[in-house]
Nanobody, 122 residues
Framework: QVQLVESGGGLVQAGGSLRLSCAAS????????MGWYRQAPGKERELVAT???????NYADSVKGRFTISRDNAKNTVYLQMNSLKPEDTAVYYC????????????????WGQGTQVTVSS
């Protein structure tokens, strides 16, 4: 079974930076796309950023110019560099993996990480 392990969340002052990491482990041959979602209290989960195996990215309008998603295919790891953080960025951030191909070349449904808390103080 594939697992996603996240790290890098924490407490930071407004204007500061954090870098989130998420490593996928298991019997993985390839992953089509990886990304980050977030959910704040009382709000719906929203897309933050995604990146596919070729390096193509997309971002939510609210984070463009501040966040950068990157990926190391050899390590099955995705990163989210978050700069110029705002209190509105406070949320639980979830890592995702979509289109996971196992070493036996079977395609599995997507996976979600456990979530990591990011808190930005004013």
């Amino acid at each position: 079974q594939v697992q996603l392990v996240e790290s890098g969340g924490g407490l930071v002052q407004a204007g500061g930076s954090l870098r989130l990491s998420c490593a996928a482990s298991g019997s993985i041959f390839s992953i089509n796309a990886m990304g980050w979602y977030r959910q704040a209290p009382g709000k719906e989960r929203e897309l933050v950023a995604t990146i596919n195996s070729a390096g193509s990215t997309n971002y939510a309008d609210s984070v463009k110019g501040r966040f950068t998603i990157s990926r190391d295919n050899a390590k099955n790891t995705v990163y989210l560099q978050m700069n110029s953080l705002k209190p509105e960025d406070t949320a639980v951030y979830y890592c995702t993996a979509e289109g996971v191909v196992t070493i036996t070349r079977t395609l599995e449904n997507g996976y979600w990480g456990q979530g990591t808390q990011v808190t930005v103080s004013s």
